[in-house]
């Protein structure tokens, strides 16, 4: 995950909005709740996935993940 986000990181300097503090930007700056949500459902169908993913998911498994190590 390391070397895909320094590879985004790379691209993303080309960007108008490469000076954000946010790690993830669309087209026009930081993605809104409902650009996120449609971006998950789009990936959802094309890998067959069978669940809905949601934010919350990610920040769930996030939190479940550090527990476990921790």
């Known amino acids: 995950m390391v070397e895909a986000i320094k590879e985004y990181l790379v691209e993303r300097v080309e960007s108008q909005f490469s000076d954000?503090?946010?790690?993830?930007?669309?087209?026009?700056?930081?993605?809104?709740k409902e650009a996120i949500n449609t971006l998950l459902e789009k990936y959802t169908k094309e890998l067959e996935l069978g669940t809905k993913l949601k934010p919350h998911t990610f920040r769930h498994t996030f939190c479940t993940r550090l527990m476990e190590v921790s």
Request: positive net charge; aromatic residues 8%; glycine residues 16%.
């Open 20 to 32: 954000s503090v946010y790690l993830i930007l669309g087209q026009r700056g930081v993605l809104k």
